[in-house]
């Protein structure tokens, strides 16, 4: 049976874990790095690496190769600077415009929750409209500018709190001598789940591909406050049902 070609752009905590997982399936996978010195980590897991930049410009060695994929999964958080929101655009205007090039027909867009005000209660796609944090409007604005490109389908993710390995939050909360708004709620999902929920995300449940955008809001493995997690041991646990599926083969 034939494997779709997979090209992973960001690998980095939660893309190179994806795409060992990929690769573990039997996959053909190619992901980036912006690090020279990263290469041969990409290499080792069997990936096909790429030394690849957006500033803001697509910048690498062989961009067409490595766009030369059916699948496209996009991992890069806005970066930290006092024009985030215009460069972040730049950036996807450049990646479309490679990607009008290429043979790329879907496209998985990890995006954040950072796109939702701090309500402090369950959010709706209606409530996505105006961000509070500058990453948010700018995450918002790429989802906007994907999900409006005819030549390939855009799913997007919107994950938040990612947690899993080496990141506990509780130990970053214990360290607190003081908690600001302490029974603010605080949702967490694990790395091990968004793998799983992206895997699945472009594939539909009857195993063909989806025609149509979509946005996905993912659903957290467990809610709690910033108060009882500075003051329990926490325990996480996935979602059994996500983690009972099998990866598609």
Same mark, same amino acid.
């Given at each position: 049976?034939?494997?779709?070609?997979?090209?992973?752009?960001?690998?980095?905590?939660?893309?190179?874990?994806?795409?060992?997982?990929?690769?573990?399936?039997?996959?053909?996978?190619?992901?980036?790095?912006?690090?020279?010195?990263?290469?041969?980590?990409?290499?080792?897991?069997?990936?096909?690496?790429?030394?690849?930049?957006?500033?803001?410009?697509?910048?690498?060695?062989?961009? +067409?190769?490595?766009?030369?994929?059916?699948?496209?999964?996009?991992?890069?958080?806005?970066?930290?600077?006092?024009?985030?929101?215009?460069?972040?655009?730049?950036?996807?205007?450049?990646?479309?415009?490679?990607?009008?090039?290429?043979?790329?027909?879907?496209?998985?867009?990890?995006?954040?929750?950072?796109?939702?005000?701090?309500?402090?209660?369950?959010?709706?796609?209606?409530?996505?409209?105006?961000?509070?944090?500058?990453?948010?409007?700018?995450?918002?604005?790429?989802?906007?500018?994907?999900?409006?490109?005819?030549?390939?389908?855009?799913?997007?993710?919107?994950?938040?709190?990612?947690?899993?390995?080496?990141?506990?939050?509780?130990?970053?909360?214990?360290?607190?001598?003081?908690?600001?708004?302490?029974?603010?709620?605080?949702?967490?999902?694990?790395?091990?789940?968004?793998?799983?929920?992206?895997?699945?995300?472009?594939?539909?449940?009857?195993?063909?591909?989806?025609?149509?955008?979509?946005?996905?809001?993912?659903?957290?493995?467990?809610? +709690?406050?910033?108060?009882?997690?500075?003051?329990?041991?926490?325990?996480?646990?996935?979602?059994?049902?996500?983690?009972?599926?099998?990866?598609?083969?």
């Amino acid at each position: 049976m034939h494997k779709e070609t997979i090209t992973i752009l960001g690998c980095g905590w939660l893309g190179l874990p994806l795409a060992k997982a990929l690769v573990e399936a039997g996959y053909p996978v190619k992901g980036s790095t912006t690090n020279e010195e990263n290469l041969e980590t990409l290499r080792d897991a069997g990936l096909e690496p790429f030394l690849v930049q957006l500033d803001p410009e697509v910048n690498g060695e062989d961009i +067409t190769d490595f766009l030369h994929s059916d699948i496209l999964i996009v991992n890069i958080p806005p970066e930290r600077r006092d024009d985030i929101v215009e460069y972040h655009i730049e950036q996807f205007s450049s990646l479309i415009d490679a990607l009008g090039q290429s043979p790329v027909r879907s496209v998985l867009f990890v995006s954040s929750t950072s796109v939702y005000p701090s309500l402090n209660s369950e959010v709706t796609e209606e409530d996505a409209v105006d961000p509070e944090a500058l990453s948010g409007q700018a995450l918002l604005l790429v989802e906007e500018m994907l999900m409006q490109e005819s030549g390939f389908q855009t799913t997007v993710l919107r994950f938040g709190g990612l947690i899993g390995y080496d990141r506990n939050p509780e130990k970053y909360l214990s360290s607190m001598k003081e908690i600001v708004n302490p029974d603010q709620p605080m949702n967490f999902i694990h790395r091990d789940d968004c793998i799983k929920i992206s895997w699945r995300s472009f594939v539909c449940s009857s195993g063909a591909r989806c025609s149509t955008h979509a946005v996905r809001f993912i659903p957290c493995d467990g809610t +709690t406050t910033r108060k009882l997690l500075k003051n329990t041991a926490c325990h996480y646990l996935p979602l059994r049902t996500l983690m009972s599926l099998p990866f598609i083969k």
